[in-house]
């Protein structure tokens, strides 16, 4: 089972902007998104990556009785040296750009959806706030988004988050020198850096129904598991979640090129 790719941009008024498209990959035969669908965010410290980078990902299921639909969001990034012009971009416009490529999906869908969400480092980070709908993002969603975001939050199965990045002031306490791009993001206070983390927001309900996976490689030269343990003890008293460390294999990025990518995504859409 091979896959056709397109890409689409998710907001009609930015079609220059290939930071806010998304690469649609549909299993061979298919002609629209509907289904089993695996949307994938991909990390980069909120200020490199793209989605091009993970054009794999849907290699791993061409093998698979029932391939899902996958797709690859953009989303704008911050400051780094080498792109001035992103200085602008700070939280939350990654999650309201990530919020709107998944909008443009529920409005492109024809028949129902099974999404499966994974998220890589920051990329998880974004999941997290997508997963517990904080009320930080109503001020940035118009009222027909926030209608169709609730509606598309019925859609979601579960949440896969690999080698995240949950806790910014904790991050913060174990690597001082991630101080750097953390605060092209967030800014340069701490309280911002509470604010934007999920495990620090009082009162965060969790929908005890989805399904949540937290992943981690024991050879991530990056991040240890102390994130992941944290976000999987986050969840453990409120929600049904899987921690695996070890599945995963290789380094923070080399573990996405590696097979057993494949193996742990198969398992959680399968429900295994």
């Not at 980078?53 to 704008?76: C, G, K, M, Q, W």
């Not at 001082?176 to 791009?181: I, V």
């Not at 024991?218 to 929600?239: C, G, I, P, V, Y």
Request: net charge negative.
């Amino acid at each position: 089972m091979r896959y056709a790719s397109t890409t689409q941009y998710y907001v009609q008024a930015a079609q220059d902007d290939p930071l806010r498209s998304v690469d649609v990959y549909l299993p061979e035969g298919q002609q629209e998104i509907t289904g089993d669908v695996l949307v994938f965010v991909h990390g980069g410290a909120w200020r490199v990556g793209d989605k091009g980078d993970h054009a794999n990902i849907p290699t791993y299921f061409e093998r698979s009785d029932s391939p899902p639909t996958v797709l690859i969001p953009n989303y704008r990034l911050s400051h780094h040296p080498n792109h001035p012009e992103r200085i602008g971009t700070v939280h939350p416009t990654h999650i309201v750009d990530v919020v709107r490529a998944l909008l443009w999906m529920k409005a492109s869908a024809r028949g129902p959806l099974r999404v499966f969400l994974a998220g890589h480092s920051c990329g998880a980070h974004i999941l997290s706030f997508v997963l517990c709908n904080l009320e930080g993002l109503d001020s940035q969603l118009t009222q027909d988004e926030l209608e169709l975001f609730a509606s598309l939050r019925n859609d979601v199965v579960g949440y896969a988050f690999l080698d995240g990045i949950y806790d910014l002031v904790d991050m913060i306490d174990e690597y001082p020198d991630y101080a750097f791009f953390v605060e092209k993001a967030f800014g340069n206070d701490r309280a911002l850096w509470t604010a934007a983390s999920v495990t620090r927001v009082p009162g965060v309900t969790i929908d005890m129904s989805k399904r949540l996976l937290v992943a981690h490689s024991r050879e991530d030269e990056l991040l240890t598991t102390r994130q992941s343990k944290l976000w999987f003890d986050f969840h453990s008293d409120k929600a049904e979640v899987t921690f695996d460390e070890v599945t995963l294999q290789g380094k923070h990025d080399e573990c996405l090129q590696n097979e057993q990518l494949g193996v742990l995504l198969s398992r959680f859409i399968g429900g295994q």
